[in-house]
């Protein structure tokens, strides 16, 4: 079940799961992007590799009409991978995925931060995202254990 937590210049979501599958297996998932949008229901489209240094374009359900464009600033293989969008102090949204070995299987835990002095003006124009982050967590599920 995702979370949010939120202060005046700070808003986060985060959604953990355990998934029956080595990392490898959900990395492969998670960096495959000419598959992303055919597991991922919350995702409309993606255009570009998901490697590191290199922006995206990316729709989604939830903003429709509108094209975000996070870049892959971290990309630890089978161990962390981050996408920032905007531009710290004014707005940024980072979302960060991690993917820690347990037993047989994987824990995938994806937070995202939305931070910036234009927080508090545009924060209540801003979705939900705890529905979608469950949604993102449950399809990743299937999609890796299927």
């Known amino acids: 079940m995702s979370e949010r937590t939120e202060t005046t210049f700070r808003l986060?979501?985060?959604?953990?799961?355990?998934?029956?599958?080595?990392?490898?297996?959900?990395?492969a998932k998670?960096?495959?992007a000419r598959d992303f949008v055919a597991w991922n229901s919350t995702v409309s489209s993606l255009d570009g590799p998901i490697e590191l240094g290199n922006k995206m374009k990316l729709q989604v359900p939830i903003a429709p009409g509108r094209t975000f464009t996070p870049k892959?600033?971290?990309?630890?293989?089978?161990?962390?991978?981050?996408?920032?969008?905007?531009?710290?102090r004014m707005f940024q949204g980072t979302r960060t995925f991690t993917f820690t070995p347990e037993g047989q299987g994987?824990?995938?835990?994806m937070h995202e931060v939305f931070r910036g002095v234009m927080?508090?003006?545009?924060?209540?124009?801003?979705?939900?995202?705890r529905e979608p982050f469950d949604q993102f967590a449950a399809d990743l599920k299937a999609a890796c254990e299927g």
Not at 15 to 27: E, K, L, T
Not at 74 to 88: H, I, L, S
């Open 12 to 27: 986060q979501y985060e959604v953990a799961i355990q998934i029956a599958a080595p990392p490898s297996v959900v990395w």
């Open 30 to 32: 998670m960096t495959d």
């Open 72 to 88: 892959v600033v971290e990309f630890e293989p089978e161990t962390r991978m981050v996408w920032q969008d905007g531009f710290y």
């Open 106 to 109: 994987t824990r995938f835990h």
């Open 119 to 129: 927080l508090p003006m545009i924060k209540g124009s801003l979705p939900d995202f």
